[in-house]
């Protein structure tokens, strides 16, 4: 498949009239061909007619055969081989060996939907059978399960080119869910974007579906996008990104006729908390690891450990000290875009501009387009007393509280917003504190985690990729995993319905066989 | 208990010094002593900080811990015996035997968590094992359950006044789930919220439980009720009443600094979907049922029959003939409030007053704050062209909707906002029709009834009592059975936890004995 720089309509590729996108070679800033032409909002009525009609067709398709589609999308992936990888690295400046290693995250998220399918879980089928002799009054027979809850909108993130963009994680789940998706590009890597629609496009005529259950729009601004998240005919949206970019589509979403859900994963500063004995015994160890999860991908991850806190005294100095010797080490890295290098150095600047704020440590500098990591110092106090100082700066930097004792230490998380991970550095000695931590640790973020970072996101069904506000829109949600497709369900209950008209989840004999909970216990 | 007219914040009974509520005699207006306070909003800060300050402590109790308390809070309300009953018929104007039933549904709601939390299920408890072996990275041990959301403002609803009201459904599954719960009462029914506040108190003390965990608030007007959904201690909102009421709390709840959801349960015309078979082989007998549900309890159900689709034609005369008939014997009844006896009224005058709406039969007149039930008819070209028509009027009021065609039926349908529920009456040889239909049916409502009508919620593991927007807030939920529990937790991972740090459903000892899945397989 090659680059055309069209818009996927369905099964068309069409030529965007709306003004032009250009993808920049991150590391040069250089335009690399095709220009992509943006929708207009035509193009996005179309796509959204063809959703709409596609989805009563595709929502009822046997979850098996939902499955080898998605199956297949991955196989389509896979086959667009090096070209992918190759025109990915130039338009986001990400290494080869992660872009291979994000591409079989990719394969795997569907895979793994694909099996949620198979099992069956997710209709979370009941039958409350009928019960005519009951006094005072007969009980009917009542069935529930969960249903499509209708077209999505996606949104591409700029930091995961494949995992969270046009098959991402958000795609994969609204597809396996029963939900035609119309996607919007991220204007950072669109040639990367059209190729994996292609590839999804291609998914939908091996498999005989219909032609809405897929469109790929560009655009340059954001009109495509909020008048997407307008449209009567959108029923969720899946979004990973900035905050602002977020809290405006809920505001929309929630301005509708019919509001509608929004599943925007945004902003997190992903606290790691060390703990006096885990400092005492092993400062200089968590300082390599801590440095490598920070400049890991130039820092350019939802799960980047931007804030640690500890209290203050000789371990957390040797932690200091040896955290900004390895930094030292680190080259300067190319960053996504030259907006988010920008944005980065601005937060950098921002930062050394706080008289509050020491600089411990630089890594290595680069090109213009490249981006420098730096470790800041700051006291309880002082981070407190300044707001400024817990905005998130989405890069290789992070900012160590000094607290003056585990009451400050508390006072601080507690004052944190959502978060979607949580990180706690304990040794054996330091259990009691961290049992007097947990409750806050487990209000404030969706993922706690011990001795590690939160960068790594296993995909599985234990993950929680979300957190409270504004780490996620929804905190009872995931955007990783497989409870990520319970976002695009809805229940639908059926009471005293004839054998023959009942779905096939909820029918007796169970063609599907999917777990069935009879009155509330699971048949097996 | 007696009614003292005071509040209940956490264990003491307050005075309330912000104006006064009294209660009405429903059948005569005349007012009912003692005078109730309402909360000021200092009374308001100091339930919300008890809830606050309780949550950590009671979202951690036993599941089988908190099913003792819900069953004690079960006994609690029988206890109250018949006083309780006497003084919800004198306010209400619900008869005894209704009251009798609601009192029994309130308490089999309970009972239904305490079975909800012995069961565990609700705790989707997941354990995706370490793999250290696995290739090229190792994975880590990650496990997943499902917590408490935090403090719940429940919104007491008029028409049940204990089924959705002071320990109605919402404050049973947030109580379950682990959640303190803060009720602003309903005006229309002080007396018997505050003696079913007493019962829940008594069982908080009873079961030694943190006294945060209940708080019980009054209010002549709506300060209270928005100035709790926009605390920041609050986490969640479940509220049971008209659209407008439940649209600003939904707005309040969005503006906030951490948004929060908002279950809003509104407004629902339930249309009753008469196929041509059914109606020529039973048109009188359907007809009967009809009127029956229409003016069961005065019609105040959300899941009352307000509007009926139909082909036009003889059957269907023979309908409206045999309706209006079985309507004209029909007596005037107490409505809840002189309130809503007067919106009914208005919304029979705007309807009368449309030169395009057919009046086919009224109930006997009565007393001045008895309501009248009333059937209209219109075309399906009048209906489409006139918003007003498909507005709810509350109580025993329905609109027959004559459609030239099942095309113009459907088109109806299409046009209808989201339901509660849709009852379909068809004869076998209606199948085809109706399966025709269903893809819209299943769009348009939370549940789907055949040959029966939407009144009679059964409170089971298979109920959804929600839908589409505006009939709830959230379409992915239910207010009504065991699923309702679900809106008051969110789930929460742990990476890599020593052992003796997991919370006990995730413990491979497994203490609770709760339905664990591991790696996405549920282990037995």
Known sequence: MSITGQLQIGQSQVPGKNGEILALDA????????????????????????????????????????????????????????????????????????????????????????????????????????????????????????????????????????????????????????????????????????????????????????????????????????????????????????????????????????????????????PVVLLPHALSTRAEAIAADFVAALTLGAGQFCTNPGLVLAVDGAPLREFERAAAQALADVPAATMLTPGINQSYRSGIARLKAQSTVETLGTGQAGEPLQAQAALFATSAADFLGQPVLREEVFGAASLIVRCPDETALLKVLETLEGQLTIAVHAAAQDRFTLGALLPTLEKKAGRLLLDGFGTGVEVGHAMLHGGPFPATSDTRTTSVGSLAIERFLRPVAYQNFLPELLPPALADHNPWAVPQRIDGTLAR
Request: aromatic share 6%; charged share 20%; proline share 7%.
């Open 27 to 270: 590391a040069t800033g250089a335009a690399l061909p095709p220009a992509f032409g943006g929708a207009t909002l035509g193009d996005l009525d179309v796509a959204c007619a063809l959703a709409d009609s596609a989805f009563d067709l595709y929502r009822v398709t046997r979850p098996q055969d939902r499955a080898h589609f998605l199956e297949t999308i991955a196989l389509n992936i896979l086959a667009l081989g090096d070209p992918l990888i190759e025109r990915c690295m130039r338009e986001t400046g990400l290494p080869r060996s992660r872009l291979e290693g994000e591409r079989g995250r990719t394969v795997g998220q569907l895979r793994l939907f694909a099996a949620v399918l198979r099992d069956g879980t997710f209709l979370d089928a009941r039958i409350d059978p009928a019960q005519p002799e009951r006094t005072p009054l007969p009980r009917v027979d009542l069935r529930l399960q969960r249903i499509a809850i209708g077209p999505v909108a996606v949104f591409g993130a700029s930091n995961f080119p494949l995992a969270f963009s046009v098959a991402g994680g958000d795609t994969a789940s609204a597809l396996a869910a029963g939900c035609p998706v119309i996607v919007k590009a991220h204007s950072a890597h669109p040639g990367t974007s059209e190729l994996v629609g292609q590839a999804i496009a291609q998914g939908v005529r091996d498999c005989k579906l219909p032609e809405g259950v897929f469109s790929l729009l560009f655009d340059s601004g954001r009109t495509v996008g909020q008048t997407l998240v307008a449209d009567r005919r959108i029923k969720a949206v899946g979004f990973t990104g900035s905050r602002s970019g977020g809290v405006a589509l809920m505001n929309i979403a929630a301005a509708r006729e019919e509001p509608i859900p929004v599943y925007a994963e945004m902003s997190s500063i992903n």
